[in-house]
């Protein structure tokens, strides 16, 4: 009983803390003000070095557009992750989905750090919370319970990091940046271990 008040308590709290969140800004979500920041930051259209444009508040980045968004993506995917996992921690029936949403807070809050630094480094603006489409995942995997809510954690990992190993293998394909090109090639073994482990979980569940 007194597992169930803290689980309730959990929901309503990530429930309240998403909705307000989806009020900030005119509706505008983290990931669009983040990229919105980095676009008035991106030199990569400067005509001359006397070209005004760059002088903004918050400096310059130290990558292009392409980098900087790839970066706010990462870093919005990694939050949703870590987010969604804490949830499968909590309300998984199976142990072998509690297990991975434990294994998606360690190692994706591992590499939410090592993004943090490099945007801290290359001045690329991250967003502050998860966008709007995990905040609307979050709301509807919290509905659901026991074997529902498995299923649909598991299917909405799969898609996920599907997406993921998609997006990083672009990076790396062409990223410009040195150091982004670096930190999507280290990550990108973590995200193939999690894309087959979830894959193997789905395949077993009846």
């Given at each position: ?70 970066a ?9 992750e ?33 993004m943090?630094?490099?945007a ?22 919290s ?7 498995d299923?649909?954690?598991v299917?909405?990992?799969?898609k996920?990091?599907d ?44």
């Amino acid at each position: 009983m007194k597992k169930m008040k803290k689980l309730n308590l959990f929901i309503c709290a990530a429930a309240a803390a998403f909705a307000l969140q989806a009020c900030n800004s005119s509706n505008k979500s983290s990931t669009e003000m983040a990229k919105d920041s980095n676009a008035n930051k991106d030199t990569s259209a400067m005509t001359s070095s006397m070209d005004t444009t760059a002088n903004v508040a918050g400096g310059v980045m130290k990558v292009d557009k392409d980098d900087a968004d790839f970066a706010v993506e990462a870093a919005n995917g990694g939050m949703a992750e870590v987010a969604m996992g804490k949830l499968a921690e909590q309300k998984a029936m199976s142990q072998s989905v509690k297990d991975f949403g434990a294994k998606m807070v360690k190692d994706h809050s591992m590499i939410n750090d090592k993004m943090k630094a490099l945007a801290k480094e290359k001045n690329i603006t991250l967003p502050d919370s998860v966008g709007n489409d995990a905040k609307q995942s979050m709301m509807d995997l919290s509905k659901k319970s026991g074997k529902d809510f498995d299923k649909a954690y598991v299917d909405a990992m799969v898609k996920d990091h599907d997406h993921d190993v998609n997006a990083f293998e672009k990076e790396i394909k062409n990223a410009k940046d040195p150091a982004v090109k670096s930190f999507a090639e280290n990550a990108l073994p973590t995200l193939k271990e999690h894309q087959s482990m979830i894959k193997s979980i789905q395949s077993k569940m009846k």
